[in-house]
């Protein structure tokens, strides 16, 4: 028998000969309110009775799964929709939508300002580890969030693009 630490988490004794299946990735998220796209879609627009446009576009990057879920929070409730690739967590790309100003922008994190389709504005935040771009339609405000590390696969021009994408 061995003892078997995942992180700083002890998980406990696994015999060698034992069945033990780690959890898959699909079974995580389930675990944590992830669903299907459509499932999660269907929930956000049933309670909110409109329909919530989300972009034709994705980047230009490969991903394993798409999850979603809607989130119970302070300024309302937001939708949450993450493509992942689980042989690389840099790929993810993650999309919020909430209510109008649910999350502040602040003009020392604005790097760029890009005009949109319908004429709103998208701002391009840095945030650290990654990078947001944030604009307003239909009274809801959409954010895309990138890590930094894919920032030359995933431009800025890529970002409005796919931000664009929502108006039809």
Do not use: W
């Amino acid at each position: 028998m061995s003892t078997v630490i995942c992180g700083t988490l002890y998980i406990g004794k696994v015999n060698a000969n034992s069945h033990y299946q780690p959890r898959t990735i699909e079974e995580n998220y389930l675990e944590i309110g992830y669903k299907s796209v459509g499932e999660a879609l269907r929930d956000y627009e049933h309670h909110y009775k409109e329909e919530l446009q989300l972009p034709l576009r994705v980047p230009p990057v490969v991903y394993t799964h798409v999850f979603a879920r809607t989130i119970e929070g302070d300024k309302g409730d937001l939708f949450e929709m993450e493509f992942i690739n689980e042989k690389s967590n840099e790929n993810n790309f993650l999309i919020c939508v909430a209510p109008k100003d649910a999350f502040e922008i602040l003009d020392k994190e604005v790097i760029n300002k890009f005009k949109l389709k319908g004429g709103n504005t998208a701002y391009l935040l840095d945030y650290g580890r990654g990078i947001l771009l944030i604009f307003e339609k239909d009274n809801l405000q959409y954010r895309f969030s990138i890590d930094k590390r894919i920032s030359e696969k995933i431009t800025p021009e890529i970002l409005v693009q796919i931000a664009n994408s929502t108006y039809y």
